[in-house]
Nanobody, 120 residues
Framework: QVQPVESGGGLVQAGGSLKLSCVASRSILSSTTMGWYRQAPGKQRELVANIRGSTIAGGLGTRYADFVKGRFTISLDKAEGTVYLHMNSLKREDTGLYCC?????????WGQGTQVTVTS
């Protein structure tokens, strides 16, 4: 089955940090876009951040939702085929199932997700 695999979720207190990992199903090409989405109970899935495979360290090619700017950072290790989401200053409203999207051309491949729960 072709899908990315996420890990790193867990229970954390508000103000804390977590690092999520997503291993792509295949090599990440320059044309690949990797993204993190989240879905809270009773809410629609929403984009958290994404990154293009052509992005180099510190370069353009990343996109963030307004509600995570300044707190979350997405990064890519193409050699490892892994995309990371570094989450700092977590808030209760960041609670949700975080899913990785691997976009190759017109095809989207979703992971099963990793649960993040932020407590007060």
């Amino acid at each position: 089955q072709v899908q990315p695999v996420e890990s790193g979720g867990g229970l954390v207190q508000a103000g804390g940090s977590l690092k999520l990992s997503c291993v792509a199903s295949r090599s990440i090409l320059s044309s690949t876009t990797m993204g993190w989405y989240r879905q809270a109970p009773g809410k629609q899935r929403e984009l958290v951040a994404n990154i293009r495979g052509s992005t180099i360290a510190g370069g353009l090619g990343t996109r963030y939702a307004d509600f995570v700017k300044g707190r979350f950072t997405i990064s890519l290790d193409k050699a490892e085929g892994t995309v990371y989401l570094h989450m700092n200053s977590l808030k209760r409203e960041d609670t949700g199932l975080y899913c990785c999207l691997e976009r190759r051309g017109s095809n989207d491949y979703w992971g099963q997700g990793t649960q993040v729960t932020v407590t007060s």
